[in-house]
């Protein structure tokens, strides 16, 4: 058996690991392997350490100490975990947005770095197929108001966080067929794999009867559904099923007349008024751009000092791989608005200030916040099972009736998370930390 450096182990990690005697072992770092010869040391330390030639072979970095563990299945060494974050590009400009790309990515790579895990940012462009490495950049702040993209060689990881920022980067043909590969590797793990499409998102859901009273009637849009559902419902929301931030939702209501007056929201609000269908079709084709879109079913909402809102939940799986709410806030749009995103001109108020003037009531606060936390473990749950696909996090728009019954509005499977916000520091930490404490998890190891 040719074997490529050594690995010498303390005798105490070898029995609490339980690691049979023997000459030689597999020890893998992501999905480079490499077979060593074994050497133990009597220590009551649990330790281990890599000769150099061994080191370089599987691409370790000197600097991090990486966590051991015996795979009694394969009977191989695993050292790791090894988490890559997959994004479409990397913005290495000196000034920008709290609410950028760039901003999230650099909070991630310095929120790695306190973990016991090796946390790189890299790119499909990046990937070495033929060693199974990748080019992977750490971010190294040189002063106080100046960094840097620091990048080295890594193995391919052990678990894939995609962060890829957009749908036509996420569609273009070389990144669909190096996501497929990273998926296909042996010993990766891959987590939050696409955006979600509105229209296959309701027929996942609705499979789940406990979800039913909570999700708006919903149809792929075509001039039958649209009569049908307006026989239904006075007001209707048209959004493109591959749409996200608001952009594109055609919003329509009868007047006593039986006139159709809709509002399109694009950069600015664009309204219109038609006789019947048919005209509203032909009104709205350069708005839709023959896109994709659902036409779902208006419902009477709660408002808040008379203005619509909504309430954001991020939720994700922690440490030991379980659905929490990690940030929860309401999203207040702009008087007159229906639209209630951020980047539409909606503001951000605390949950509990907005519920007590609705709810009045503690007991029935604790009612409702029990219902969202349920609808959204459901949700969750039924997604995944649904789809065949793992997700780290997710971000749940919920409106509330007038009854105080929650209503799933939207789901998105790449929520934006700023780095700046008005409310706790902690809260903002907890949510970029958590996917990649779950990445750990997700690589057999623990946090």
Known sequence: MKTTGKIYISSALMEKLEIPPQPAVQVRAGNIVATAKLAVKTSSRKTYLLSPKLANTLFIRKHKRLQIRYDKERNMLHLGPIIGILTNFLPNKEEFSPKSLQAELIFLSNIGKTLPAQVFVFTPQSINWSNSTVKGHVYRQISADKGIWVSSTYPLPDVVYDRISNRSSESKKFNASTKKKLMNLPYTEYFNPFFLNKWKVY?????????????????????????????????????????SMGRGIIKIRHSKNSALHYTVYKTRKIRGRADNVNEFWKKTKTYRKNKQYIVQQGIDFATYNGCNFDIRIIYQKNARGEWQISKKFVRVAPRGSSISNLSSGGRVEKNIKVFRRLYKKQGLIEEINAQIKELCRTVALTLEKNSQAVFGELGLDIGMDEKGSPWLIEVNSKPRKTTETEFSQTIVRNTFKRPLQYAIHLAGFSN
């Open 203 to 243: 027929q996942m859901l609705t499979a789940e009867p406990k979800l039913l009273p909570h999700l708006p009637e919903t149809r792929q849009l075509n001039v039958e559904n649209l009569a049908e559902m307006l026989s239904k419902y006075k007001t209707l929301y048209l959004k493109p099923a591959n749409g």
